[in-house]
Nanobody, 123 residues
């Protein structure tokens, strides 16, 4: 069992930056691939970024590539999402998730989910 708690969301102007954190419970954090997803009002939850257990492999949605960076610190049981050059269309609730797969980019590949943190980007 893995429990995930996101933090770092908030209100930011377009062009600004935020760093989201996701703290995981348990001593097996390094065994899981980790991902970030987001869900805007009235839309389905969508993939944002993923990282494998070591941090050596990452994947991004085309919409965030070059602006967002996912990385992890296994010593701190934490995965991060650095978001730069934010746009109003990035406004959503952001969720982190843990997967038993080597790396995962779809919702159904993830086994554990956090409660989410709101990110609002004003124009």
């Amino acid at each position: 069992q893995v429990q995930l708690v996101e933090s770092g969301g908030g209100l930011v102007q377009a062009g600004g930056s935020l760093r989201l954190s996701c703290a995981a419970s348990g001593r097996t954090f390094s065994r899981y691939a980790m991902g970030w997803f987001r869900q805007a009002p009235g839309k389905e939850r969508e993939f944002v970024a993923a990282v494998n257990w070591s941090g050596g492999s990452t994947y991004y949605a085309d919409s965030v590539k070059g602006r967002f960076t996912i990385f992890r610190d296994n010593a701190k049981n934490t995965v991060y999402l650095q978001m730069n050059s934010l746009k109003p269309e990035d406004t959503a609730v952001y969720y982190c998730a843990a997967s038993r797969k080597v790396i995962a980019t779809t919702l159904d590949e993830y086994d554990y989910w956090g409660q989410g943190t709101q990110v609002t980007v004003s124009s």
